[in-house]
Each structure stands twice: as C-alpha cells, then as structure tokens.
C-alpha cells in the first residue's frame, strides 16, 4: 500500500516566506512559546505569519493523548507549565497588533483542570492589553470536568472552540481517548452557561466516512448549540498516522458548506486547508 495518495493541484499551497514569516518566528522563539501552526504541522502556517497572525498553543508541545490524526508530540512526559506564558502571550499580542486571538493547547489529562486555569489566565492577560482584543480559546475536553470548563467560561472569551474532529463511528481509530458524546456535551455546556459565547467545532473528511454519517455529525452539533462550523482536508503527517483514504473535491467541500447553513450554523467554513482556527477573525465577525 501506498504511503501517499497524490496530492491533487487544489491540495498544494505555495511556499511563502518573507520578513513578516521571520519576524513571527523570531518572536515565538525569543519568547519561548509554541503555535499549534508549527506544531501540527499546519498547511497554512506561511500564509498566517506572512499576515503576522498565528494561534497560540499553551501548556507546552507535548500531548498526554494519542490521536492518530495528530502530528502533535506525545508518548512523553509533559513539558512543567510555565507561569510566565500568560504574560509572555500578552507580549507577543502587543507586539504583533493582533485585534483577534486564537489561543489552543495540548490536550493535559495530567492536570487537574486540564489546564483550564492557564486558559483563564491567558485571556486576562490579553485583556490587559486592550479590553477591545477578542479571544477565541480552542480548548480540550478537560475529560468532561464542568468545574473547569466554568474557569475558561468566566474568563469570558468571544468563541470557545472544541473540535469533534471526525464521526462518531471513527472515534475508536482516531481518539481512543476522547468521546464524541462527551465532546457535543461541552459545546452544550457553553451555551447553557454562556449563551453570548459564540460556540465552534470542527471535523475533517478523507477518511472512510460516507456523505450520510458527515450530515448525522453535523445535525449532531447543531442539536447541541454549535454556532460555527469548519470543515477541512485531512493530511496524514506521516507513514505512522492513521491512513488518509481520500482527498474530497472542493465540489464537495462547497456542498458541505451549503448543507450547514441549511441546518442552521451561523457561519459555515469548509474547504481543503480549512482548519479550525484558519481566517477565524472572519469567521467570528460574519456570524455575528
């Protein structure tokens, strides 16, 4: 069997780099900081810091979950929080005059909270910045613990993220360690306590999925309140991750987009190198 698929012309994204690339990365470096654009390996991570934008990833590189779509590290020991991260964030926020701020994590099921108290930190350091920044957090599950998701919610970011990532039935292949009830339950939660928090998920195709279990997913997160959906490409990071089995017209990616808005989300973002935090700024503004 193949390792690859061939990339279809749609797929590939042109090499960007240019001072604004260098500068974004001097910065994350001199700051000792992590972007899930580095990290997860993300198409678009030259056209983001070519725009000076990027989405913060808290809490270290190193995931305590085994996802066999992620390019994540995991299998270690997890990095020590750094409680100079919150400020440091705001640091770089300031310096890159971001207006909108997309700030995610590792998923840390060796914390207590998860690491929901970080989140909480990090959105009031940016606020200390301009009260008029919005944050958008891209949070884990923190194993469904209420308790901790409130810390995120009094916070009081504009979106709470929490990607479903992929159908019900694949939820063994993909997360052996997450559940896809206990993930719509969240989004839920969000709402319920915070209905002027906009709530988001995201998922991708190019697995096995077929047309029909895609719709029962996304009626799935409607019933639970999701405002914004994003729907991507899959891209298998290596021979180790989980096999991609497709690649999906942009034909359909538009179909998808169409089918959403028909069931109700607010705003619907669907493409191949769609990710859940990709032109999110845009995405918070047209569903308001």
């Not at 910065?27 to 991570?45: F, G, R, Y």
């Not at 920044?133 to 979106?159: C, S, T």
């Not at 179909?255 to 990709?278: A, D, M, N």
């Amino acid at each position: 069997m193949k390792l690859y698929i061939k990339k279809p012309e749609w797929i590939r994204t042109p090499i960007q780099s240019n001072r604004n690339t260098m500068e974004v990365k001097k910065m994350i470096d001199s700051l000792n900081l992590h972007t899930v654009c580095k990290e997860a390996n993300c198409p678009n991570l030259m056209e983001c810091f070519n725009k000076r934008t990027a989405t913060f990833m808290i809490l270290g590189n190193i995931c305590t979950r085994n996802c066999t779509f992620c390019n994540v590290q995991g299998e270690k020991k997890p990095l020590t929080i750094d409680r100079d991260e919150p400020s440091n964030v705001a640091k770089m926020v300031k310096e890159m005059g971001l207006k909108y701020v997309v700030v995610t994590s590792v998923t840390r099921d060796d914390l207590e909270d998860g690491g929901a108290q970080q989140f909480a930190d990090v959105i009031r350091e940016i606020r200390k910045v301009s009260e008029d920044i919005a944050v958008e957090v891209l949070i884990p599950d923190f194993q469904g613990n209420e308790k901790a998701l409130m810390k995120v919610i009094e916070a009081n970011p504009k979106v709470i993220n929490h990607n479903i990532e992929t159908i019900e039935r694949l939820y063994a292949d993909l997360r052996p360690q997450a559940n896809y009830h206990q993930t719509l339950e969240l989004l839920k939660r969000v709402k319920k306590y915070a209905p002027h928090i906009s709530s988001k998920s995201g998922f991708m195709v190019g697995f096995d999925e077929t047309d029909a279990e895609i719709i029962s997913l996304m009626e799935d997160l409607r019933e639970n309140d999701c405002d914004i959906l994003t729907i991507g490409q899959y891209l298998q990071p290596s021979k180790k991750h989980y096999p991609l089995k497709k690649y999906v017209h942009p034909d359909t990616f538009a179909q998808y987009e169409k089918t959403g808005y028909e069931l109700g989300f607010k705003y619907v973002v669907s493409g191949p190198l769609v990710r859940s935090s990709y032109n999110a700024s845009e995405a918070f503004q047209k569903q308001q």
